[in-house]
Each structure stands twice: as structure tokens, then as C-alpha cells.
């Protein structure tokens, strides 16, 4: 089956829809329309099927893995539930996922095999739960765990990003102020005073030429500030940059090691979920590398390895300084209880608390140091630009 993206002829109109056909001749077909309808069919290689996925709309995987458990629970089967999920949904970029693992179900293959193939869409964490829970039988048991490990996900995550909105407004504000005294009000001020600057303190001087220059050419200034910012966002885009950012951001005091226990508590969570469902703890740590925070992923797949030679679960983590002194000892016991999965969960539900505490940490120190930052940078050119006004002053008196 090949993916093509068409453009079909409904009702008068013209859409763009993708779908799965063995060829190009039966795109038609499988759109229910008459061959000279289809204005025109592309095929699509994975790459560029996954980047059109990326550009057109992200799969909801907490809601289908969700709604999917409920409907197994309630007795419908496998593929009649599939189609009901279907037949919901608006998303031409859902519909046509769903579309895909429909076929495949219809065509014998397990539930796995089939999300395996829309690997744009179902990543290999829910592919290996459903993997391990098609040999137990608990389907409906391992998606619905799925289903809260991404409901914490997203709540931590709201979490942090609220907490960011004051500061981010804050720097928005100050940046805003900043832009309209050097861009409006200084080169006023700068063609007023540009004969008195001899006698004023060299900063004064520095920030009067500049508003000279910024009052002739305010383009080349705005310019310049969005090539800047651009280039800032274009860097940040850069997965060696974000690395190192990520990396810089670990070692700041205070935050860093609360970010270390967060990013933890989600190997912790991500690896007892696996390890319920039935996946072996080797396959599951090589399948966690890819979600857990990248300055912790050179750590992960090094006890992979350790636990391929032999080693235990809690010496590997130890080794690799992936245990919290809470989840060593919760590890080691889990170890003698044959309950791993259980005490994970049970470490990262112990370190949850710890993004409560990051949030309070920004609340009380980020804020009111950025406030002192713009209130300072702020009041230092006001008082650098008033500093030429006390000069004349006393000049007159």
C-alpha cells in the first residue's frame, strides 16, 4: 500500500484529501469518486508523509488511547471500536492515520503492526505497550495507563508553561518600554541636547549618538532586531544548540537540580508503565531513550548496556547516577519483591512534588529579578537621558 496526497472533485468543490491505495489507479476507487474527479494524485515517500503529518496537525495519542480503552472495556471489539474513533473525528490528518491502521487491522495484522506503520503518528512507546499487552491481554489495561502517563505528562508541562506566561509577559513589556524610549523618545531628546554632549559623561554621550542614528534610520534598527531575533529563534531550532541550552539550563543553582529530578521522575513514570505492561526492562530502557531529556539519554542507553551484560536494574542506574537516593532504595526493594514496575511509579509519584516547588521558585526569585533587571535597564536610560536636562539647569542658575 503506497500513501498518495490527491486533489478530488466533491459536490463542486476542490479538496485536498491523503489516502492509502495499492496504486495510483485505485486512488479513485478507495475515494469513492469517479476516476476524472481525481484532478491529481501524488505519491508520498515516508519522509515527506511525515512531514506533511507534522505540518498538517499532531495525533491526539492521550484521547485515542483513552477512548479506545473505555470502548474495549465496554465489550466492543477491536476493530469495530477503531471505526467508531474513526467516524468521530474531523481531522483529515487523524481520519487518514485511523484509515491506515484500519487496513491493516482488516488485513489480519495485530494492533501493533498496525500503529507501527503510521509511525508519524503513534510513537514507539505506545507501539511497545501495545506489543507486550497483545501476549498478556490486558490491552485495554495498558492503554489506559498510556493514557494517565500522558495526562501527567501534559498537566507537568502546563504546569511549567504557566508559570513562564508572567515572566515572558514581563520581558515582553520591559523589551516593549525599552524599543519605544530608544525609538521615539531618545532621538527627540538627542536632537535637542546633540550640542551640550561634550560636557556629558561618556554614556550619556554613547546613548544620545545612538538616538541620532536611531532617528535617522529606524528601519535599519528594527531591522536589525528582527535579524537578531531570528537568528536567535533559527539557533534554538538547532538540535546541538537546544542540547547545550538544555544542558547550560541543568547547571544553573537552584533550578537545574529541580529540572534533573523532574526529567527523572519522567524516566522513572515512563519506564514502570512499560515494564506493567510486559515489555523486559532491557527493551524498555532502549525504548525510554528517545523521551527521557536529551542531557540524560547518553546515561540511559550506557545502563542499557550494563543490564545486556548482567547487571541489575538499581546497580546499572547507580552507575550511571540515574537514581535519586529515594528511587535507589525503592528500586532495590522492588528488586527483592519482584515489583519494579510499582516502586518506579511509586519514586516518580514521590518526586512530583517537585515541580510545584520549580513553580514557586519562579514565582519568587525569576520574577522579581527580571523586574529589577528592567527596572534598572529602564531607569538607566531615563536617568542618562535627563542627566543633559540637569546640566543645562544648573548651567542657567
Excluded at 515494564?275 to 523521551?291: H, K, N, Q, Y
Aim: with cysteine.
Amino acid at each position: 500500500m503506497a500513501v498518495y496526497q490527491a486533489r478530488v472533485l466533491r459536490a463542486g468543490t476542490v479538496s485536498s484529501e491523503r489516502v492509502e491505495a495499492p496504486d495510483r489507479a485505485a486512488v479513485a476507487a478507495v475515494l469513492g469518486v469517479p476516476p476524472q474527479h481525481v484532478l491529481e494524485a501524488r505519491e508520498l515517500t515516508p519522509a515527506a508523509s511525515a512531514r506533511l503529518w507534522r505540518r498538517n496537525t499532531r495525533f491526539p495519542l492521550q484521547l485515542f488511547s483513552q477512548e479506545l480503552a473505555v470502548l474495549l472495556d465496554a465489550g466492543v471489539t477491536l476493530l469495530e471500536a477503531l471505526n467508531t474513533l474513526r467516524e468521530k473525528e474531523f481531522q483529515q490528518g487523524v481520519r487518514a492515520a485511523l484509515d491506515g491502521v484500519i487496513a491493516q487491522i482488516e488485513q489480519g495484522q495485530p494492533l501493533s503492526v498496525a500503529l507501527r506503520q503510521q509511525s508519524h503518528a503513534f510513537d514507539q512507546l505506545i507501539c511497545a505497550i501495545v506489543a507486550a499487552s497483545e501476549r498478556t491481554g490486558q490491552l485495554s489495561v495498558a492503554l489506559a495507563q498510556h493514557a494517565r502517563y500522558l495526562a501527567w505528562v501534559d498537566a507537568l508541562r502546563s504546569r511549567l508553561v504557566a508559570a513562564l506566561v508572567y515572566p515572558l509577559m514581563l520581558l515582553g513589556v520591559g523589551a516593549a518600554v525599552v524599543l519605544f524610549l530608544l525609538l521615539y523618545v531618545l532621538p527627540r531628546f538627542a536632537g535637542i541636547l546633540e550640542h551640550t554632549s561634550a560636557n556629558l559623561p561618556w554614556a550619556s554621550r554613547v546613548l544620545i549618538e545612538f538616538g541620532q542614528t536611531a532617528g535617522a534610520h529606524p528601519g535599519l534598527v528594527l531591522g536589525s532586531i528582527a535579524a537578531l531575533g531570528f537568528t536567535v529563534f533559527s539557533l534554538l531550532r538547532q538540535p546541538s544548540v537546544r542540547r547545550r541550552a538544555h544542558a547550560a539550563l541543568w547547571t544553573l543553582p537552584g533550578l537545574g537540580s529541580r529540572l534533573r529530578i523532574l526529567a527523572l521522575a519522567r524516566l522513572y513514570r515512563s519506564l514502570a508503565m512499560l515494564l506493567a505492561s510486559g515489555v523486559p526492562a532491557l527493551a524498555a530502557l532502549r525504548i525510554v531513550v528517545d523521551v527521557v531529556a536529551a542531557p540524560w539519554r547518553a546515561a540511559v542507553q550506557a545502563a542499557a548496556e550494563q543490564i545486556e551484560r548482567g547487571e541489575r536494574l538499581s546497580a546499572a542506574f547507580d552507575a550511571q547516577d540515574l537514581a535519586t537516593p529515594v528511587a535507589r532504595r525503592m528500586l532495590r526493594v522492588g528488586e527483592r519483591s519482584g515489583e519494579v514496575a510499582a516502586m518506579l511509579e511509586r519514586a516518580a509519584a514521590f518526586h512530583d512534588e517537585e515541580a510545584a516547588r520549580l513553580t514557586e521558585l519562579l514565582s519568587r526569585l525569576v520574577n522579581p529579578a527580571l523586574m529589577l533587571i528592567m527596572g534598572v535597564l529602564i531607569g538607566g536610560i531615563i536617568v542618562l537621558m535627563y542627566l543633559p536636562i540637569f546640566q543645562l539647569v544648573e548651567q542657567v542658575q
